[in-house]
């Protein structure tokens, strides 16, 4: 059986966070920017979001005038 790999190296296994703090931390200029700046340089990401956001209020519109519809006395 091989040993593990915590009784190679001692009995404290180390771990480095540094990539995940970098990545928390973002680029060194995204704080200085404006929000019309972040707008226009992330423009494909707000309008594909728009879309699908409109994809999801027409289909629960759909579905409230359905529902009312289908609840007129006409129909039952």
Not at 12 to 40: C, M, R, Y
Request: with cysteine.
């Amino acid at each position: 059986m091989a040993p593990s790999i915590a009784s190679q190296h001692g009995d404290k296994a180390t771990v480095s966070h540094g990539e995940f703090t970098e990545a928390i931390k973002g680029e060194p200029g995204d704080a200085e920017k404006t929000i019309w700046q972040l707008i226009n340089e992330n423009r494909r990401a707000i309008i594909v979001t728009f879309f699908a956001n409109c994809g999801s209020f027409l289909f629960g519109y759909d579905v409230l005038v359905q529902g009312a519809v289908t609840a007129l006395p006409a129909f039952s």
